[in-house]
Antibody, heavy 122, light 107 residues
Framework: DVQLVESGGGLVQPGGSLRLCCIGSGFTFSDYYMDWVRQAPGKGLEWVGRIRKKINSFTTEYAAYVKGRFTISRDDSKNSLFLQMNSLNTEDTAVYFC?????????????WGQGTLVTVSS | DIQMTQSPSSLSASVGDRVTISCRASQGISNSLAWFQQKPGKGPKSLIYTASSLQRGVPSRFSGSGSGTEFTLTISSLQPEDFATYYCQQYNSYPLTFGGGTKVEIK
């Protein structure tokens, strides 16, 4: 079975940094694009960004509100996806989910993790 | 950015009811539309892609339709496990965007 498990969330002060990790299992991690999506408390889903696979040069896409502050990377040897978050503010408080992009093309998600909570507060 | 508007934002229904949720895109997205189900404290579950294709393992009481700017998710006979929040999402262009969600509650 496909599993995605996020970790690394916690409490951080405004202006601080945090690095999230998502480990995939049950599939060939390197074959898939991977995304991050977040959800503020009591709110809807909001896309954060995407990283493509090696054959696509690991290129990335980001939502405008995180460009320059967040960086998505991956280590296929460890089946791991990362989200480096810098210059955090209170509006970044959310549960962060990783999601696998279906390999059949089109760019839709077919599997999600359970999420990790990031709280930005002084 | 493409805006996704869902309606209603919430609804009350009984087990066995037919439920329809609408999603409108601010510009044409062909059939690049997905639907997700989310229960409290859980990650979303993928239900439908390309507007009408069922993800593997999703019960056939779920169906999707539409193209262009107007889309619909239908649950033909609501089951107890279907009470949740449903989101649509377009993946036609970046940034990927989601509808605001529809909470399906027990009447």
């Amino acid at each position: 079975d496909v599993q995605l498990v996020e970790s690394g969330g916690g409490l951080v002060q405004p202006g601080g940094s945090l690095r999230l990790c998502c480990i995939g299992s049950g599939f060939t991690f390197s074959d898939y694009y991977m995304d991050w999506v977040r959800q503020a408390p009591g709110k809807g889903l909001e896309w954060v960004g995407r990283i493509r696979k090696k054959i696509n040069s690991f290129t990335t896409e980001y939502a405008a509100y995180v460009k320059g502050r967040f960086t998505i990377s991956r280590d296929d040897s460890k089946n791991s996806l990362f989200l480096q978050m810098n210059s955090l503010n209170t509006e970044d408080t959310a549960v962060y989910f990783c999601a696998r992009v279906a390999s059949m093309g089109g760019g839709y998600f077919d599997n999600w993790g359970q999420g990790t909570l990031v709280t930005v507060s002084s | 950015d493409i805006q996704m508007t869902q309606s209603p934002s919430s609804l009350s229904a009984s087990v066995g009811d037919r439920v329809t949720i609408s999603c409108r895109a601010s510009q044409g997205i062909s059939n690049s539309l997905a639907w997700f189900q989310q229960k409290p404290g859980k990650g979303p579950k993928s239900l439908i892609y390309t507007a009408s294709s069922l993800q593997r393992g999703v019960p056939s009481r779920f169906s999707g339709s539409g193209s262009g700017t107007e889309f619909t998710l239908t649950i033909s006979s609501l089951q107890p496990e279907d009470f949740a929040t449903y989101y649509c999402q377009q993946y036609n262009s970046y940034p990927l965007t989601f509808g605001g969600g529809t909470k399906v509650e027990i009447k």
